[in-house]
């Protein structure tokens, strides 16, 4: 599964940049610029943050609509400054044609037509004599909608009332006192934020790390459906289903590991030198490679489970105390071709057995669609929290899904795109 938690912190901060340049420009030219000057301003800006979202996104339609907005907002502001919107509909258009081309459809294709939606109307304000506050007014109006539109992809209810708080704040303002609609809305919006850091605080179990808020996420470590730390479970196994590789899965858990944790690499499949890892671990590779040599991690044969258990239980023991250990990796992958049903329900359930009696934590990354269904039946037998992700095709289109059941929280989700 890819980070999104990374990339969406990064198109986070780009746009944060952008915005915040804008108003540190208004605040100290304010005086020397007219309203035309300080909209066309905020048009770049906005522009700026969705070519960085391009960039991050590998998205060509969203880095060229942002180049091309800007062009036309600089060149209308210089010969018809009244035509400035022209950039708006041009990067709403951008970012919906993307949207609408990029699967799944979601977030992008919305909040380009939003986008596109405020520059007509703004554009319109100037030929049927609509005032400049009731047209700001319009745009409050979708910002809360994108607002929702971004929360709905993160499966965020907090962001989600947050737009709903700000629609009805710029309503209700506007219409009793339009003079405070914008203070009204920023307070709305400072408050919202706030209960989100509570909200998030109470989901993970923990302080939410600088990415996860950017991010508007609920999702680290895909986590539809865990409210604690990774360490606070013993068995996690997550079963992946097509194209989806297991080192984006290893590097998202790794990022989300606490400082009193102590990670346990055991590969399978997935090869040392492709995993970029910020921090030394003990790892292990269980493959049948045997003409390397030199490694700084030994090899274990799949085909004999002791050396495997050797291994963990030596490497466990050399722990320093006060930690706790996280083991993790797709290492099964390559065991249970080497083992019959049996052996491998006998090896399976010690390990389960052994993490819960030593209160450490296991996760297991099984490719399931490569192994027999009664293999995976037993992985999932002893798991107490399972988290499927699969990618199929839909409409011509692949998309991905993730379902957890979680016994530990008795919390059961249904498949959900991500």
Not at 106 to 119: N, S, W
Not at 147 to 152: E, S, Y
Not at 188 to 200: K, T
Not at 252 to 269: F, K, S, V
Request: charged share 15%; aromatic share 10%.
């Amino acid at each position: 599964m890819p980070n999104h938690t990374r990339t969406e912190m990064r198109v986070s901060i780009g746009f944060a940049a952008s915005f915040f340049v804008a108003f540190l420009v208004t605040l100290l030219a304010s005086e020397g610029m007219t309203w035309d000057q300080i909209e066309a301003l905020w048009t770049v800006a906005i522009s700026a943050g969705f070519i960085n979202h391009g960039v991050w996104d590998r998205e060509r339609g969203l880095v060229l609509g942002g180049s091309f907005s800007i062009t036309a907002t600089l060149i209308t502001l210089a010969l018809a400054p009244t035509f400035f919107p022209v950039g708006w509909i041009i990067l709403g258009c951008a970012a919906a044609v993307t949207g609408f081309f990029r699967a799944p459809r979601g977030e992008t294709l919305l909040v380009g037509v939003y986008i596109a939606l405020g520059g007509f109307i703004r554009l319109l304000s100037v030929y049927l004599s609509i005032s400049g506050l009731s047209a700001w007014m319009v745009w409050m109006v979708l910002v809360g909608l994108m607002i929702m539109t971004v929360a709905a992809e993160s499966k965020n209810p907090v962001m989600r009332f947050l737009g709903a708080a700000c629609i009805l704040m710029t309503v209700v303002s506007y219409t009793f006192y339009p003079e405070f609609m914008f203070l009204s809305v920023t307070l709305v919006f400072a408050a919202g934020m706030s209960v989100n850091l509570v909200y998030m605080y109470r989901l993970l179990g923990r302080t939410p790390k600088i990415g996860e808020i950017f991010s508007f996420a609920t999702r680290a470590l895909f986590l539809h459906g865990l409210t604690k730390p990774i360490d606070q479970y013993t068995v996690l196994t997550i079963l992946v289903k097509g194209n989806i590789g297991a080192v984006n899965v290893i590097q998202d858990l790794m990022a989300h590991m606490e400082p009193r944790n102590a990670p346990i690499l055991m590969l399978g499949p997935t090869a040392p030198t492709q995993l970029s890892l910020s921090q030394p671990v003990k790892m292990g590779w269980v493959t049948t490679v045997s003409n390397i040599s030199e490694l700084e991690y030994p090899i274990l044969s799949p085909e004999d489970p002791s050396m495997v258990t050797v291994f963990l239980n030596k490497t466990v023991k050399a722990l320093p105390e006060g930690v706790k250990p996280v083991i993790l990796g797709d290492f099964l992958d390559n065991m249970i071709p080497h083992m019959d049903e049996s052996l491998f329900y006998k090896f399976y359930s010690d390990l389960a057995s052994a993490a819960r009696i030593a209160h450490h934590t296991l996760v297991f990354i099984v490719k399931a669609d490569i192994h027999p269904e009664m293999n995976i039946n037993v992985v999932k037998r002893f798991a107490d929290v399972i988290i499927e992700n699969r990618e199929r095709e839909e409409k011509g289109s692949l998309v991905r899904e993730v379902r957890v059941s979680n016994r530990v929280d008795n919390i059961h989700t249904d498949w959900a795109k991500y």
